[in-house]
């Protein structure tokens, strides 16, 4: 069993940033395939990043890419979602996800393939 916390959400302005940080606790991040999605008021859950468990390989969603990155200490635990030029369209909250079954250099979109979820955390994106 692992424990995700999200941390870093919080009110920012059109075109401002924010870092989003994903704690583990039970387990150790390197074991997983790691994700990022968001779910808008009246929307589904929706893929926004994805790190392989070695690190070495990443995968961001085409409504957030050039804008959004994602990595991680694997050492250390957290992984991070650094969020630059955010709009309103990206308010939402944002859940932090680990993939126990992928292989080494899985960056897997679906929600069916993580295992464990944190419990999300709100970004709202208004002047």
């Known amino acids: 069993q692992v424990w995700l916390q999200e941390i870093g959400g919080g009110l920012v302005q059109p075109g401002g940033s924010l870092r989003l940080s994903c704690a583990a606790s039970?387990?150790?991040?390197?074991?997983?395939?790691m994700g990022w999605f968001r779910q808008a008021p009246g929307k589904g859950r929706e893929f926004v990043a994805a790190?392989?468990?070695?690190?070495?390989?990443?995968n961001i969603a085409d409504s957030v890419d050039g804008r959004f990155t994602i990595s991680a200490d694997m050492i250390g635990n957290p992984i991070y979602l650094q969020m630059d030029s955010l709009s309103p369209e990206d308010t939402a909250v944002y859940y932090c996800?680990?993939?126990?079954?992928?292989?080494?250099?899985?960056?897997?979109?679906?929600?069916?393939?993580?295992?464990?979820w944190g419990r999300g955390t709100q970004v709202t994106v208004a002047s």
């Open positions: 039970g387990g150790t991040i390197s074991l997983y395939s």
């Open positions: 790190i392989s468990r070695s690190g070495g390989y990443t």
């Open positions: 996800a680990a993939a126990r079954r992928t292989n080494p250099s899985s960056t897997t979109t679906n929600p069916a393939d993580y295992d464990y």
